[in-house]
């Protein structure tokens, strides 16, 4: 995002962590051809459909968050389909901050440490 005021670099993978990461077909398509397979596979193996029949990105447990989205490496906590990753993951955040910056800033002000990064 052009004038973002926040670095991703430090961050552990919080917009990974939404519960509900809705994805749009052509994300589907997407993702089937990163990984060679045609577009009924990727959607069973990579999504699954919520209540209102749209279709979410499917979760693993994690170490930080609760879950976090199938695609998210542990280690690096970076994505791993990035060049393929959704337009909603293309388009976040939609404002010039994001809510993990957000919450940091707040964290670090209640501490006194301008340091602060929560990992556990």
């Known amino acids: 995002m052009e004038?973002?005021?926040?670095?991703?670099?430090k961050c552990p993978?919080?917009?990974?962590?939404?519960?509900?990461i809705e994805i749009a077909p052509r994300d589907i398509e997407r993702?089937?051809?990163?990984?060679?397979?045609?577009?009924?596979?990727?959607?069973e193996r990579f999504t699954k459909p919520d209540a209102k029949d749209a279709r979410l990105?499917?979760?693993?447990?994690?170490r930080i968050f609760a879950t976090v989205c199938m695609f998210l490496d542990m280690k690096t906590r970076r994505c791993t389909v990035y060049d393929a990753r959704p337009g909603v993951c293309r388009?976040?955040?939609e404002s010039k901050r994001c809510g993990y910056y957000e919450?940091?800033?707040?964290?670090?002000?209640?501490?006194?440490?301008?340091?602060?990064?929560?990992?556990?």
């Open 57 to 62: 990105l499917r979760h693993k447990q994690d």
């Open 3 to 9: 004038n973002a005021k926040y670095s991703c670099e």
């Open 31 to 43: 993702l089937a051809k990163h990984f060679g397979m045609d577009y009924a596979k990727a959607e």
């Open 103 to 120: 919450f940091l800033k707040f964290e670090r002000a209640h501490q006194g440490d301008p340091k602060f990064i929560a990992l556990t």
């Open 91 to 93: 388009d976040y955040p």
């Open 13 to 20: 993978g919080y917009c990974c962590s939404y519960p509900e």
